[in-house]
Nanobody
Framework: QVQLVESGGGLVQAGGSLRLSCAAS????????MAWYRQPPGKQRELVAH???????DYADSVKGRFAISRDNTKKIMYLQMNSLKPEDTAVYYC????????WGQGTQVTVSS
């Protein structure tokens, strides 16, 4: 079973940057459309960005122009570069397939202070 491990979160001031990583085990990583999700405090988990194995990307309107998703299929790692962070970006960030077909990891906490 594929395992997902997110890392790179932390506490940052508004306007700052963070880069999240998602490490996946298993040989099938490269075939999936992979995605980043986030769950703000008290709210439902939401889709942030996704990227196909061929490199096409899409973003939630709230992060367009600020976040950038990338992946290295050889290393089975996906990244989320987050710039110009806002307090409303505060959430636990998770990675999974676009269809949420893998077991969720523990996530990584991102806290943006104003």
């Amino acid at each position: 079973q594929v395992q997902l491990v997110e890392s790179g979160g932390g506490l940052v001031q508004a306007g700052g940057s963070l880069r999240l990583s998602c490490a996946a085990s298993g040989e099938t990583f490269k075939v999936y459309v992979m995605a980043w999700y986030r769950q703000p405090p008290g709210k439902q988990r939401e889709l942030v960005a996704h990227m196909s194995s061929s490199g096409s990307t899409d973003y939630a309107d709230s992060v367009k122009g600020r976040f950038a998703i990338s992946r290295d299929n050889t290393k089975k790692i996906m990244y989320l570069q987050m710039n110009s962070l806002k307090p409303e970006d505060t959430a636990v960030y998770y990675c999974n397939t676009l269809g949420r077909s893998m077991k969720w990891g523990q996530g990584t906490q991102v806290t943006v202070s104003s």
